[in-house]
């Protein structure tokens, strides 16, 4: 069975969830659901970061221990993850000691291999981004250029790792893998970077200023670059490396059988030097393969600023989905936003994208059901079931383009395309008239039968995306799963018994909808 290994950043545990952090989940979430259904042994890791000066300090501002508040944030994340339907195999927290070994046994490795040597950082820190900027960067306002936050002037000791030894290497690595780095924008940034000079990469800090964090195998008065320990939880939850074995059968150099390397790693563009600079010279440094790509997303912005706790502009998507539904939120996120581009929230953008739901998804499911139930006493007719043939098969191959390209926003389209014929097909037909004429039954007959089976396979396209509503959606056509999209174009649904029930998606406005809080809601 082929293997698809996927991750999310790891989101630090000093802060409540937000809608950015849910947008990156549940791509990677409609990813993993789109790779089971295509049969694939899926490995979706999500999790939280909770070493570094970023977690000290929010800790100590809420008068609470660093462990006291990681264990309350990561309850938080994973309960926002139930709540938005997210199907990861594995959650990881940093400070789990599996974890901790492994990010031990990587920096001795890096060590041995005579890529560590021991130095005097200078230069400018925000805490917010958790990293150090130069003099340029910050500009004269002195200011991260990031989010804008404050930096703070450090001279320390540090040790350092010789990642300018593999500028070249990766250079030639990104030159010669157009598609490993996606969108193309976010390559060429990349490049860009990676031609002008790339210096070392200080990876720990003294322990009297920061002593939150996985203490250096060789000098227990520093402890980890937050971002080192960060990037190495996507080896650990792959199992790649084990820490209790003798040194030469680590798993450096041969990685044991695992999920390593990683198939797709998902992250905001905000990471993106980390991810595809740091990560990849410091695996290389190890002796481990490199991810085989990294998608890049663009960012939530409100009124063009983007979306940050440090900027107090946050928009709560537990607080969405309460008024709309899981589902709702999901396919706001996942159609609006052109996947690897910004998207700018709005409230009335939110209701255009729920009122394609309600009034084309819902409200073809609605009139489908209702006609079955009427003109065929709620079973669907047997015989030929052409209509729609084609402009399934193009809705069909258009999702899996867009899906397989990672531009999730046109294979979506696509979907809400086919649903949008359907209703057109209806119109044509006037099933209503057909049903006035015994002597066009077979008529009606084909009509209906191929209107189920376009709505067996929107289930399918929506699954992913929709997978409450999918379910739902099947239901009301009799079944009891949603299938899979091969079996789904070519079914035979003669005798399938439809039910009406409320509709899937209340129109919004109307005295029963949106449905606020039907999905119940799973407390932290
Ligand atoms: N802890 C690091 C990541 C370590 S990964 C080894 C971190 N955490 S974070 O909590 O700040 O989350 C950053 C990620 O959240 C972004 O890369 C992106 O995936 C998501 N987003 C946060 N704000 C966002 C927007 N406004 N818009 C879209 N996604 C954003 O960085």
């Given at each position: 069975m082929p293997s698809f290994y996927l991750t999310t950043p790891i989101y630090y545990a000093s802060g409540e969830p937000h809608l950015g952090h849910a947008y990156t989940t549940i791509l990677g979430d409609v990813l993993a659901r789109y790779r089971r259904r295509a049969g694939e042994d899926v490995l979706f890791l999500t999790g939280t970061d909770e070493h570094g000066q970023k977690i000290q300090e929010a800790a100590a501002e809420q008068g609470m221990t660093p462990t006291a508040l990681c264990d309350l944030m990561a309850g938080r994340f994973q309960a926002a993850w139930r709540n938005l339907a997210i199907s990861h195999d594995r959650f990881i927290r940093t400070t789990e000691d599996e974890h901790r070994a492994v990010v031990s046994a990587l920096l001795e490795r890096l060590r041995d291999n005579g890529l560590v040597y021991e130095g005097e950082y200078a230069g400018w820190y925000s805490v917010g981004q958790e990293r150090y900027f130069t003099e340029k960067e910050i500009g004269p306002e002195r200011v991260d250029p990031v989010a804008g936050g404050p930096v703070e002037r450090i001279r320390e000791k540090n040790y350092f790792f010789r990642m300018s030894q593999f500028q070249e290497r990766l250079l030639r690595h990104v030159e010669a893998n157009p598609d490993w780095i996606v969108p193309a924008a976010r390559k060429n940034e990349v490049l860009g970077f990676l031609r002008r000079p790339?210096?070392?990469?200080?990876?720990?800090?003294?322990?009297?200023?920061?002593?939150?964090?996985?203490?250096l195998p060789w000098d227990a008065d520093q402890v980890t670059?937050?971002?080192v320990d960060a990037l190495v939880n996507y080896v650990t939850a792959s199992g790649a490396v084990s820490p209790e074995a003798p040194a030469g059968e680590r798993g450096f150099d041969s990685p044991l059988a695992s999920r390593w390397p990683a198939d797709l790693h998902l992250i905001g563009k905000d990471i993106l030097t980390?991810?595809?600079?740091?990560?990849?010279?410091?695996?290389?440094?190890?002796?481990?393969?490199?991810?085989?790509?990294?998608?890049?997303?663009?960012?939530?912005?409100?009124?063009?600023?983007?979306?940050?706790?440090?900027?107090?502009?946050?928009?709560?998507?537990?607080?969405?989905?309460?008024?709309?539904?899981?589902?709702?939120?999901?396919?706001?996120?996942?159609?609006?936003?052109?996947?690897?581009?910004?998207?700018?929230?709005?409230?009335?953008?939110?209701?255009?994208?729920?009122?394609?739901?309600?009034?084309?998804?819902?409200?073809?499911?609605?009139?489908?059901?209702?006609?079955?139930?009427?003109?065929?006493?709620?079973?669907?007719?047997?015989?030929?079931?052409?209509?729609?043939?084609?402009?399934?098969?193009?809705a069909v191959d258009a999702y899996r383009e867009g899906f397989e390209r990672y531009r999730l926003h046109e294979g979506l389209a696509a979907a809400m395309e086919l649903a949008r014929r359907a209703n057109g097909?209806?119109?044509?037909?006037?099933?209503?008239?057909?049903?006035?004429?015994?002597?066009?039954?077979?008529?009606?007959?084909?009509?209906?039968?191929?209107?189920?089976?376009?709505?067996?396979?929107?289930?399918?396209?929506f699954e992913p995306v929709a997978p409450g509503k999918a379910l739902e959606l099947a239901g009301r056509v009799g079944m009891e799963r949603v299938p899979l999209l091969d079996e789904a174009v070519c079914m035979n649904v003669a005798g399938l018994a439809v039910s009406q029930g409320a509709p899937i998606f209340p129109r919004a406005g109307s005295p029963g909808g949106p449905p606020g809080g039907t999905d119940g809601e799973i407390a932290a």
């Open positions: 790339l210096g070392d990469l200080s990876i720990s800090r003294p322990r009297s200023r920061i002593h939150w964090g996985i203490p670059y937050v971002w980390n991810h595809a600079v740091y990560w990849p010279t410091l695996l290389m440094g190890a002796g481990l393969p490199l991810p085989r790509k990294i998608l890049a997303h663009g960012w939530w912005v409100v009124e063009e600023t983007k979306m940050s706790k440090s900027l107090g502009n946050v928009v709560d998507p537990l607080e969405l989905r309460s008024s709309f539904g899981t589902d709702a939120l999901r396919w706001y996120l996942m159609r609006e936003m052109p996947t690897g581009q910004d998207a700018s929230y709005t409230p009335d953008r939110f209701l255009v994208r729920y009122e394609e739901l309600s009034n084309i998804l819902g409200n073809l499911a609605h009139r489908v059901v209702s006609m079955v139930g009427r003109y065929r006493a709620g079973t669907t007719p047997g015989g030929p079931a052409d209509g729609l043939r084609a402009e399934t098969e193009r097909f209806v119109e044509e037909r006037e099933p209503w008239l057909l049903a006035r004429d015994p002597g066009r039954a077979a008529e009606l007959d084909e009509t209906l039968a191929s209107l189920v089976r376009v709505l067996v396979t929107l289930a399918c396209l």
